[in-house]
């Protein structure tokens, strides 16, 4: 792998992080594949267009996307890369070729696996292999790989790949070696669960990506009473592999307020990937187990958080007649949640959610916040962060953070989420090509999100592309039967000025009063 190294800053290809004095130098994702292309090609004037074909393959932006990733790369670089990039009048930018250095795997200084690295290690956590003989028993074993991520996350120094782009690889034979190439980390964590009767064995191994070395394995057994000392010893064990001065209180820090009740959390595991699901009969599937772990233990937080979840997501994708109810529901849990477990990131996230939709903006960017400084892995807190922005109408931050997300969880299944969200930025800055660019690529990849149609009709309206805008309208009114302008409005979380021109475009297109 490649690494660059220019005006007191080193560019790896490889982990895709710029740094400057071993830190990390923040950049959105757009502006730093700008800047990757600059600099293999420095040394030429590289023009515009062959700039916005390399960074937005597919994709129509005008030249104010691709200027303002030129004043991010600048601004992140600051005065010591003044006259590294010049802008040659008429035909483009080129990188003075003098004050970069190009090194490979042969130049790069050897070092220990996570000792005198100046970057911070990352790992991802593949889904732990079900010994237990009793397919029904996956929501086990993946129960034990969410805790430990969990756990791993809440280390600042360590980047690590959220859950959902580690399940990817889940049941797939050559899982491991893609894992690898694909998530660009450092550490792979692989192990296997086996639970019979009350017993529970956990193993785990360590894996050294770049040398395939196993660096750490070991395997603890327990009774389902020791569950949560097992994931806690096998965490705090791989933290001691990849870093050994780690305090033991980094890890009690990141322990969640436990249940009483193994009933619960049984009941809670089953629940949790069908809680983030985009079907309605998951969505109460999931919702009756939850119950259940609450009538069972009434004040368990994170039970109550998923359930909240379950109620925002209700009246979101109109799963429900009375959705104001369901949001005002959803707050309630989310609150009482946490009351009880106030320094949770995922109970402080969903309560972040739950005021976003009351329209409560202030109060969820308060806890969006804290859940990100809590866990700044948190790739579901950066979502629901960016979310919030493209609802105050700040489109640039709100970019930034949906990016952010993507470089946490590269193979999200929600990944289209963060694609409609940036094309809803671009929208609410008024840039109408690109947001419909971006909009119909995140539907393409889940063609069941039928919410997204109602920003898309209104995009390509002013767009000018008003008959695609009526066909797309259209297979709106099919998958919303009585959806009207009003009721879209009720359901609105942008301000006055966004609001009206989302229903002018709903109108032109054909959506009724």
Not at 131 to 157: C, H, K, N
Not at 317 to 323: F, L, Q
Request: charged residues 25%; aromatic residues 8%; glycine residues 8%.
């Amino acid at each position: 792998m490649t690494t660059f190294e220019f005006s007191g800053h080193r560019l790896d290809l490889h982990k895709g992080r710029l740094q400057r004095g071993g830190h990390d130098v923040d950049l959105r994702a757009k502006s730093l594949s700008l800047l990757i292309y600059l600099l293999e090609n420095a040394g030429r004037v590289v023009g515009k267009d062959e700039l916005v074909n390399a960074v937005w393959p597919n994709i129509a932006v005008s030249d104010d996307s691709l200027t303002q990733c030129m004043k991010d790369i600048r601004k992140a670089l600051g005065p010591d890369a003044d006259g590294l990039i010049r802008t040659v009048l008429r035909r483009g930018y080129v990188i003075d070729e003098d004050r970069v250095r190009r090194m490979g795997d042969r130049d790069a200084p050897a070092t220990e696996a996570g000792q005198g690295a100046r970057d911070a290690p990352s790992i991802a956590v593949l889904p732990f292999e079900n010994l237990s003989g009793d397919p029904a028993q996956d929501y086990f074993a993946d129960g034990m790989v969410d805790e430990i991520i969990t756990a791993l996350s809440r280390m600042r120094w360590l980047f690590v790949i959220a859950r959902n782009s580690s399940f990817a690889y889940k049941g797939q034979a050559d899982g491991l070696k893609r894992a690898g190439a694909e998530l660009g980390v450092r550490y792979l964590l692989t192990g296997s669960v086996r639970k019979a009767g009350d017993h529970v064995r956990l193993t785990g191994q360590l894996i050294d990506q770049s040398s395939g070395k196993t660096i750490w394995a070991n395997r603890y057994d327990g009774t389902m009473a020791d569950v949560f000392d097992l994931q806690d010893r096998l965490a705090e064990s791989v933290v001691g592999a990849i870093q050994p001065s780690i305090l033991s209180a980094e890890i009690e820090r990141s322990r969640r307020k436990r249940p009483e009740s193994l009933a619960a959390y049984d009941y809670v595991l089953r629940a949790f990937p069908l809680t983030w699901s985009l079907e309605r009969a998951q969505n109460e599937e999931a919702g009756t187990l939850l119950d259940h772990a609450i009538a069972i233990e009434p004040d368990y937080p994170l039970a109550l958080s998923l359930l909240a979840w379950c109620h925002l997501q209700r009246a979101g994708y109109r799963w429900t007649e009375t959705p104001a109810a369901s949001r005002e529901e959803g707050l309630r849990l989310a609150q009482k949640g946490a009351a009880l477990s106030g320094d949770d990131p995922m109970v402080l996230a969903v309560l972040g959610a739950a005021h976003s939709f009351a329209r409560d903006y202030d109060v969820a960017d308060m806890h969006l916040a804290r859940a990100r400084a809590l866990d700044p892995n948190s790739a579901w807190a950066w979502l629901r962060s960016a979310w919030l922005d493209v609802y105050r109408e700040r489109p640039e931050a709100a970019i930034e953070k949906f990016e952010h997300f993507e470089r946490l969880s590269p193979r999200d299944p929600m990944g289209y989420m963060a694609e409609i969200g940036i094309g809803t930025a671009h929208f609410v800055a008024a840039r109408y090509d690109e947001a419909v660019a971006l909009m119909q690529r995140g539907l393409s990849r889940q063609p069941g999100a039928w919410w997204g149609l109602r920003l898309l009709v209104t995009a390509l309206v002013h767009a000018g592309r008003k008959d695609e805008a009526r066909r797309v309208c259209r297979r709106l009114m099919e998958n919303y039967p009585g959806l009207t302008i009003a009721r879209v409005g009720d359901a609105s979380p942008f301000d006055a000025g966004t609001s009206e021109r989302i229903a002018s475009g709903l109108r032109e297109a054909g959506l009724p009063e």
